[in-house]
């Protein structure tokens, strides 16, 4: 099955982003059931880059992983997280790791 170019550029850049940013849930560092999470909503009232085609949702999560504003959660706690910005136990890496820009 050959893969469209959006379908290629959306699981690059999805792929690229996990990998920047640690591949782990960052409050439980859980490895499964992994999702973007936007830190501090804004701009994006009610979450509606969920319901995006799937090139404007990459590109949404792109804007927002350039900005600092995105990170990676297991759905457990994300879906515990609701729209608060700040959750007890968060982790911190004591020396983060420093990436290259991948884009």
């Known amino acids: 099955m050959k893969l469209s170019r959006q379908a290629v550029y959306y699981h690059f850049t999805r792929a690229t982003i996990f990998f920047a940013l640690g591949r782990f849930c960052n ?5 499964k059931e992994l999702e973007f999470d936007i830190i501090i ?3 994006d009232p009610g979450g509606h880059h969920c319901k995006m085609s799937s ?3 990459t590109a949404f ?3 927002e992983f350039y900005r600092g504003n995105l990170q990676i959660l297991c759905s457990k706690c994300n879906s515990g997280k609701n729209d ?3 959750l ?3 982790f911190i890496p004591k020396s983060p790791q420093i990436v290259d820009c991948p884009f």
Not at 27 to 31: G, P, Q, T, V
């Open 88 to 90: 007890p136990g968060l």
């Open 27 to 31: 409050y439980c560092r859980s490895k």
């Open 84 to 86: 608060d910005v700040y």
């Open 61 to 63: 999560y792109k804007r």
């Open 55 to 57: 090139t404007s949702r």
């Open 41 to 43: 909503p804004q701009g």
